[in-house]
């Protein structure tokens, strides 16, 4: 490959600064679609980029599709150095692909979604930034560059959830997002400083190389390193115990939430342990941390997720179990096949997230799902692309979705440790995803249309990349499949020597799995088509988990009790009374005591000539008292 | 020849006349008499013991400790009378304007 | 070598411009403002001539002059910069030109005596940072209270001559214990060789050779406590949120700017290399203070109604990783800390100003006075948004590349104390975004906020540079760092252990007079 084109991996990054840059600072100049499309342009210009590269790198023979190129120094001091530095290889370039692809997608989308807002540049801008940041995370060649990246991000979600900021609750998910990704990236920082500490550099090749020789296999500090670039993980990408911003998260606009919490930045730490893979093989237990988190978590929300009523939290939930698979499939080592998964979430996620939005563009923005029906007839485009992403969500034969997860299902079921119950977990999981998706579809667009309400299908800018994505959410697939399996054989010159699976497994595997989705579908028919009775009796009779669940097992209200309020009690308490009465008072009270004691000496001075006099008189004649015994 | 004994006692006598005065007046004027004759007190006892010890530096003195007097006499009673202008009163117990 | 004495001229530029603002009357406000802002404007130029003249492959004193002073003393005017004081050189002069061109709305009584003041001020400020010698800096030191004094005393908030009397008092009782170690050196100096001099590096090598520890230990006391109630290093802190809250905006950039940087300075310039052996055994003493500091400033921050007092706290909160990077003695930790000073700088200044300018519009400061400004001061939001991100320590923007720099260092001695310290860039962001919650964000309850004008053309004016310097040390920090770097492990090798050998060193302890050339001798560098 040509240094001209490797230079030009600058601007896949820098287009989007630029034009971050200039929609939002002559944002107040610009007419309204035209900041939209210049930043929907400098965005397409980072794809048409991203897919040079990927066709001139293919031409290269495999083991020769690794390039570091260094800009600049960032930051040097003595021996310590950090370059400003792009790391182009099989992995990320074909995120770059999946992150610039569909955030262009949504950038048109957004054109039409946004057109009637008050702060329609600035969306733009803070987008733009967003689409940066994440390629620049992805592209970093060193983890400070990376964690650059990944700060960025955290902050344009910050920017865009509360993009809405006249309203309480979004200014409070926007913050309570940041603060929890905050609570990540202080594992990752630490785990940064024991990566430079271990090896002394934090650029990825040297580490990389290293790391099979500095550390030995299972070692203690292999498992530090990883299990605390993994609490940033599972920040940032929604993990339990810290996925709760996420739901919370889809205050933002449904773009937004289509871009960065589903389809790009919460996968974010999927990439980050993929690409730090060489450090995770070295520790079993991190690996099996990873695993179980993903698994546990994929079942939890996807738990949740059957009994909520708002449609962007419904999948908020969906895309935190799906993330769950995600770290179920690198935890068992099958990084390709969570990287694939990784892909083709992107495409099915933000389709269903840009159906919502589009069905919420129907229906005035209404979210909630009991005053939500019958909208197939009025939203044709929105309800066929949605079919399509909710079968490939729930891994229906021939989508994405289906060859994806199921990679990673058959990958979990072969692994020594534990590998049955992750694999029985991911299969209930699997049947919960089908149920609570085709819930939505059914009772969204089957039944009779509201009283009162007047939708109508979205505008051409919107229906089109629907139907892009949907397209996508199939064909998708085809990249995987399981006999040629061209993702994989894409990859592996990054996940060296990691497991292949013999495709009879993966098809005993993949018949297991189909019943339980299609079961899951099945269900949903049953209970909300056939007989709509069902679900009301069914609460009744499981009042006690149904109120678990509907209130997403009490967690944010624990958190409450536990962290947030004792906080501030604390606070309250070293500032009003600890610092106040204590130190400061210790302070003051030194003053005083010199006040109160010179008032005592003031006494002294009368003001009497005479007193004055005298005190002289007394003190000489003492003097010369003193001088006398000394004569003798 | 009177014993310098003598001129001692004299010149003790003065100064403690002088000490009450200054400690028991309440009247500025009288003190700074008063302050004067302590003054000439100590003169005495200089001249005295110059004449007793034949050196004539103690006589030195004295005519120094004179002149000092008479510029302390026109400075003190030049504040006297400016305070006498600003409060119509020689008592000395009404100047405590430096009171703690 | 140049033949121009272009420190001198620097430090006494604005003294000169104070001489000619007094010569000006008092009606005449705008062009007593021009002139002082013209006096601070060319010293600023003249301090960034220093960066491109400055040498960066060496560590040790620059720009070096020497003219005798009081000879029977010994003390001289002596003065120089090595990578460390020449951008705390700079950042005086560019906060300094910044807050005058600021107060040319905000302050609208006697104009000239604030002129005066802050110029003076100026001098001293930069006096400290170019001083050799040790009477000198004591000179400095002292004389830079005097205009502060009266900055916060006369312009300041209702609460002023409580907050100027504390913060005068504190400051002067340290400084005091400092004169005595200062004169005790002197004297146990003089003693020994016979000589008098106040010079910096000769007085530095006898006491790290020669003096025995325990009276080390009292002396770095002596220094400590005067450079940490400067700092200000829990538990002597509260002279810091009543001075900022009282002070105005001017005198807050100089205060929390300058002021503060100056007793890390003092340890960087004083305490640690005299003693450096007792410095290294305070890493812990000073290290879990400090992690104190950043965790308590952190939480007291985030309860504030306040939005001066907030960054006050936040503000102390802060200096807490500084101190914590030089303390670590490591070439990472140190320069981190040096650049840190340069960052908190540019962002606690930048806060004031931002919350000058909502208090210029409104006369008020409270956090629950405003809301929804993105809508209604959009230019202001988003500085103020970047603002805050650069004293979160947002990775890009300029607080972060000297906060990783001290974690790196301080992770090399101590891990947990890295790990308690590293919770600081949570809470940071935890009030840091409530602040900008409740003031950018969420409808507000009053009317007037809603109709409030955004930044005027000289508002912007005043913050773009501060902005871009922040970006600048983020993206591209290497021409500061490769400044500071060679001094500060000059440092780091001054103070290593056993580095000022004492050969004769028996002698002195027994307080005998031995012959002056056998000390010269054994002085290293002579």
Redesign the interface.
């Known amino acids: 490959m040509n240094s001209t084109l490797l230079n030009s991996v600058l601007f896949v990054v820098l287009f989007p600064v630029f034009g971050s840059l200039f929609v ?1 600072i002559a944002g107040k100049w610009l007419k309204k679609p035209l900041a939209g499309i210049i930043a929907s342009c400098s965005v397409g210009l980072s794809f048409v980029i991203s897919v040079f590269t990927f066709f001139s790198l293919i031409k290269l023979p495999p083991d020769l599709r690794f390039f570091d190129k260094v800009f ?9 150095l950090v370059n ?1 530095g792009f790391y182009v290889d099989p992995l990320s370039l074909l995120m770059i692909m999946v992150v610039s692809s569909v955030s262009f997608v949504i950038h048109l989308y957004s054109i039409g979604y946004m057109k009637d807002e ?2 329609f540049s ?1 969306y733009f801008s803070y987008l733009n930034l967003f689409v940066a940041s994440m390629l620049l995370l992805v592209l970093a060649d060193n983890f ?1 560059l990376l ?2 990246g ?3 991000v955290g ?1 344009c979600s ?1 920017l865009l959830i ?1 993009f809405w ?4 609750s ?3 998910a ?2 309570k997002a ?2 929890i990704n ?2 990540g ?2 594992g990752f ?2 785990g940064i ?2 990566i ?2 271990t090896f002394k550099s934090l650029n990825y090749n040297v580490v990389f190389s290293n790391a099979p020789l500095i550390l030995s296999h299972g070692s203690g500090i292999a498992t530090a390193i990883t299990l605390l670039l993994f609490m940033g993980a599972v920040g940032k990408s929604a993990q339990l115990p810290l996925y709760v911003w996420l739901p919370d998260a889809m205050e933002g606009p449904t773009p937004v939430s289509a871009l960065i919490h589903a389809a790009t930045m919460v996968t974010a730490g999927v990439y980050m342990v993929a690409r730090t893979h060489v450090l995770y093989q070295l520790s079993p237990v991190s690996m099996g941390v990873v695993a179980f988190v993903g698994i546990i978590t994929a079942f939890y929300s996807a738990s949740i997720g059957m009994v909520q009523f708002d449609i962007k939290r419904i999948l908020a939930y969906s895309t935190i179990s799906q993330l769950g698979y995600m770290f179920l499939g690198v935890g068992v080592a099958a990084y390709s096949a969570g990287i694939f998964h990784l892909m083709s979430h992107a495409f099915f996620k933000a389709l269903l997230f840009l159906c919502a939005g589009s069905i919420m563009h129907a229906s005035a923005g209404e979210t909630d799902l009991r005053k939500l029906s019958g909208l197939r007839k009025y939203l044709p485009v929105t309800f066929w692309t949605m079919v399509i992403g909710a079968l490939s969500l729930s891994g229906f034969p021939g989508t994405a979705g289906f060859f994806s997860k199921d990679d990673i299902l058959a990958h979990a079921y072969v692994t020594p440790y534990y590998g049955k119950f992750l694999w029985g977990l991911g299969i209930i999981t699997a049947a919960l995803t089908s149920f609570y998706i085709f819930r939505m579809i059914f009772i969204v667009f089957w039944g009779d249309k509201q009283k009162e309400s007047h939708p109508h299908e979205s505008p051409k800018i919107m229906t089109f990349p629907l139907i892009i994505l949907a397209l996508l959410a199939i064909i998708g697939g085809y990249v995987g499949l399981p006999e040629s399996n061209l993702i994989h054989r894409f990859l592996s010159p990054v996940f060296l020597g990691t497991a292949v699976l013999s495709s009879n497994v993966e098809l005993k595997t993949i018949m297991v799995s189909l019943v339980f989705s299609l079961g899951g579908i099945a269900t949903a028919w049953y209970f909300y088509l056939v007989n709509p009775s069902l679900p009301e009796s069914m609460k009744k009779k499981a009042a006690g988990l149904y109120k678990l669940l509907l209130n997403k097992y009490f967690v944010d209200e624990i958190y409450e009790r536990i962290f947030v309020l004792p ?2 009690k ?3 308490f ?3 009374v600890f ?1 106040a009465k204590y ?2 008072g210790a ?1 003051n009270e030194t ?1 005083k005591w010199i006040k109160t004691n010179s008032e005592q000496w003031r006494k002294i001075h009368t003001g009497y000539l005479r007193n004055y006099a005298l005190i002289i008189l007394i003190g000489g004649i003492l003097l010369l008292g003193f001088l006398m015994t000394k004569i003798h | 020849m009177i014993p310098i004994k003598l001129y001692l006692v004299l010149s003790g006598v003065l100064f403690v006349i002088g000490t009450s005065g200054v400690l028991v007046r309440k009247n500025v004027l009288v003190m700074l008499m008063s302050v004067e004759i302590m003054l000439n007190a100590v003169n005495l006892a200089f001249v005295s013991f110059a004449r007793y010890m034949m050196l004539p530096k103690g006589q030195v003195y004295v005519f120094f400790s004179i002149t000092v007097a008479a510029a302390e006499v026109i400075v003190g009673l030049a504040i006297i009378i400016s305070i006498f202008h600003k409060k119509e009163s020689m008592d000395v117990d009404d100047m405590n304007v430096l009171k703690g | 070598m140049t033949d121009i004495p272009i420190l001198s001229i620097i430090v006494f530029l604005p003294l000169l411009g104070a001489v000619c603002v007094s010569f000006i009357p008092g009606q005449n406000k705008p062009f007593i403002k021009l002139v002082a802002f013209l006096f601070s404007f060319i010293t600023f130029l003249l301090s960034v001539s220093l960066f491109f003249l400055f040498n960066p492959s060496v560590g040790t004193f620059q720009f070096m002059e020497f003219v005798p002073w009081i000879s029977s003393i010994g003390a001289n005017y002596s003065i120089g910069i090595d990578g460390i004081s020449l951008f705390l050189l700079m950042l005086t002069t560019f906060l300094t030109s910044i807050a005058i061109l600021y107060s040319f709305r905000s302050i609208g009584s006697k104009v000239k005596e604030f002129m005066i003041f802050m110029l003076f001020l100026n001098t001293t400020m930069l006096g400290v940072f170019v001083s050799l010698d040790m009477l000198l800096f004591y000179l400095f030191w002292e004389a830079m209270l005097i205009p502060m004094y009266f900055l916060i005393g006369i312009w300041g908030g209702e609460r002023r001559v409580y907050a100027t009397m ?1 913060f005068f ?2 400051t002067m009782f340290g400084s005091v214990l400092m004169l005595a170690a200062i004169l005790y050196i002197y004297f146990m100096h003089q003693k020994a060789t016979g000589i008098s001099t106040f010079d910096l590096q000769s007085l530095l090598a006898y006491s790290t050779a020669y003096l025995p520890f325990k009276t080390r230990l009292f002396l770095f006391l002596g220094f400590a406590i005067a450079f940490a109630i400067k700092v200000p290093l829990f ?1 002597f ?3 810091l949120p009543d001075a900022y809250t009282e002070a105005p905006i001017p005198g807050n950039l100089l205060l929390a700017g300058i002021l503060v940087k100056m007793g890390v300075y003092g340890f960087l310039r004083f305490a640690i290399p005299f003693f450096p052996e007792v410095s290294r055994d305070f890493f812990y003493p000073i290290g879990i203070l400090a992690v104190i500091g950043i965790i ?1 400033g952190a ?2 921050a ?3 109604k306040d939005m001066k007092k907030l960054i006050a706290y936040s503000s102390f909160s802060q200096v807490g990783f500084i101190m914590l990077g030089i303390f670590s003695f490591t ?2 930790g140190m ?2 800390g040096v650049l840190q000073m340069i960052n908190h700088g540019l962002s606690i200044s930048a806060l004031f100003l931002l919350v000058g300018m909502l208090y210029d519009r409104t006369g008020k400061r409270g956090i629950n006075d405003f809301g ?1 400004l ?2 209604s001061m ?1 230019v202001f939001s ?1 500085f103020l948004l970047i603002t805050i ?1 650069s004293s979160i320590g ?3 923007l300029n607080g ?2 000297g906060e ?2 001290i ?2 260092g301080v ?2 001695v101590n891990i947990a104390l ?2 308690i310290a ?2 600081g ?2 809470l940071s ?2 009030y840091m ?2 602040m900008f ?1 409740k003031v ?4 507000p309850a009053d009317r007037e906020v809603k109709k409030l004008p955004d930044l005027s053309l000289r508002e912007i004016l005043i913050l773009v540079p501060i902005i871009l310097m922040m970006f600048w040390l983020g ?4 021409p500061f ?2 400044r500071i ?1 060679p001094s500060v ?1 000059n440092l780091i090798t001054v103070t290593a252990p056993g580095h000022f050998v004492a050969p004769v060193a028996s002698q002195f302890l027994s307080d005998k007079k031995i012959p002056e050339k056998t000390f010269l001798k054994s002085l290293p560098g002579k």
């Open positions: 939002g600049f120094q960032w930051v040097p001091v003595g021996h310590f400003f008050e702060h600035r400070l964690f650059m990944w700060e960025g902050l910050y509360g900021f006249h309203k309480k979004a200014a409070d926007g913050r940041f603060i905050r609570i990236d202080f920082l630490l400083l024991l430079y500490h906080g501030r604390l606070s309250s070293f500032a009003d610092d130190i400061d302070v003053g | 504390k008092l504190y538990p802190h509260t002279w308590y939480l007291i985030y309860v504030q070439d990472t320069t981190g929804g993105s809508g959009p988003a991100l947002l990775p890009g972060f590349v990783f720099l974690l790196l992770f090399k890295t790990a590293s919770t860039i949570i962001a935890i975004l409530w919650q950018s964000y969420v409808t993206l591209y920090p290497k760092l490769s770097e492990k």
